[in-house]
């Protein structure tokens, strides 16, 4: 199969006017333009006519199970309100709940042009029982705050439910509702195995005062849980996270959801650190908890990838990846739309560790594409600026029309 548009956006180097990408069994063979591809290939041709060709879109941190709780939970100033009135959401939940939510997250998400999510997975045994339209990083959400001595036998229950997912992560929540023992369990079996960590780091202004100070809202609702507390009090989340986390420092390394509270001291850490770190930040939902502002051009003068992702419909409007690239370019309008495009492609590809396979148009890539109408010379510009729905999309090769 050849597939040709107006213009191919490779990310790995200038658009190519006029280009076609070919493609057999699922992955790219040959990207250039349309009479070298129809010379160097055989194979019937897919014009795609006056669209932009581009790599299928990356979400770097996604909660599908809570697609069905879109605007039921209203902005608050206290993220520890927002965290209980999410669990009482959850109590009225039953298991086809979560498949169906899960599911039109699917859907809404391809909608939208990703071919790839990264999904943390509260009830890993549902994945079996799922139609997966695209690709899927799913990560085994793991809480152990109520019972900490079952920390490793929880997380290796949570490996075996993940049974045969073709890709699979471990994603101990967070450093208040998951113990310094699942945090260590979590990277013997990511270096064991060689899988990507996730967790939410650094989220909250009253995750910083918990660790730091030992007080207020979110240190006042674990205690009243039961949570051990005698980790509180002197050490900032990142510190805290970085005696825990003792040096998982090999590829792919943790992808970190949020790190929206630093301080001075963390950044000149942050310098030395072993760490490989990624970066997942998600400007809508960082809005609608009206979090500290993220540090971007900090963390990126150190070196980290930095993505985006669409945290989940319980604190955002919907999943596009072009809402998110938008709201990013609102926050920081200096940087360029194609670095911005990277942040959903080649950068999230690199966090989990397939920079040869996705997030770029390349021989030896997943046929994972989308294609998207552009009518003037700003071409990256066009592309972040999408509000519409996208008309055609690819995953490994198969193609579906919007």
């Known amino acids: 199969m050849i597939v040709r548009a107006r213009v191919v956006v490779t990310m790995d180097g200038p658009p190519i006017e006029n280009g076609a990408v070919a493609i057999s069994g699922g992955r790219i063979t040959d990207v250039g333009a349309i009479g070298e591809i129809k010379a160097r290939n055989s194979g019937a041709v897919v014009d795609l006519g006056e669209r932009a060709l581009l790599p299928g879109l990356i979400n770097a941190h996604c909660h599908l199970d809570y697609t069905g709780l879109r605007g039921k939970i ?174 998982y420092a090999g590829s792919p390394g943790w992808l970190i959801a949020h790190l929206n509270e630093l301080t001075a001291d963390d950044f000149a850490l942050l310098k030395t650190s072993v760490h490989n770190f990624h970066v997942a930040h998600c400007p809508r939902s960082h809005n609608y908890f009206g979090h500290s502002p993220f540090q971007f051009q900090k963390l990126q003068s150190l070196g980290i990838n930095i993505c985006l992702g669409t945290d989940s419909l319980a604190s955002n409007e919907d999943l596009s990846l072009f809402g998110e690239m938008r709201a990013f370019r609102k926050a920081f309008p200096k940087v360029s739309s194609r670095d911005i495009l990277s942040m959903v492609t080649r950068n999230p590809a690199l966090a989990l560790g397939k920079p040869d396979e996705l997030g770029s148009i390349r021989p030896g890539s997943h046929a994972d594409l989308i294609a998207l109408p552009v009518n003037g010379p700003t071409l990256y510009d066009e592309i972040i600026s999408l509000e519409d729905a996208v008309s055609w999309s690819m995953v490994g090769g198969e193609a579906a029309e919007a």
């Open 74 to 247: 209203p902005s608050s100033k206290s993220f520890t309100e927002w965290i209980r009135s999410i669990n009482a959401e959850k109590e009225r939940l039953s298991e086809e709940d979560y498949r169906a939510a899960i599911e039109q997250g699917f859907a809404e998400a391809r909608k939208f042009g990703t071919t790839t999510v990264v999904n943390f997975e509260a009830f890993p045994e549902l994945i079996s029982k799922i139609r997966q339209p695209m690709r899927v990083w799913w990560f085994a959400e793991l809480i152990d705050v109520r019972d900490p001595k079952r920390a490793s036998e929880m997380v290796d229950a949570a490996v075996a439910a993940l049974g045969n997912a073709e890709h699979r992560g471990l994603a101990p929540h967070a450093l208040f509702t998951a113990s310094a023992a699942m945090y260590r369990r979590c990277e013997e079996i990511g270096q064991r195995d060689k899988i990507v960590l996730s967790t939410h780091l650094a989220e909250s202004r009253e995750e910083m005062l918990m660790f730091c100070e030992g007080r207020g809202a979110l240190y006042e609702f674990l205690k009243s849980m039961g949570r051990d507390m005698s980790d509180c009090g002197g050490k900032t989340p990142l510190v805290s996270f970085l005696g825990r986390a003792r040096g």
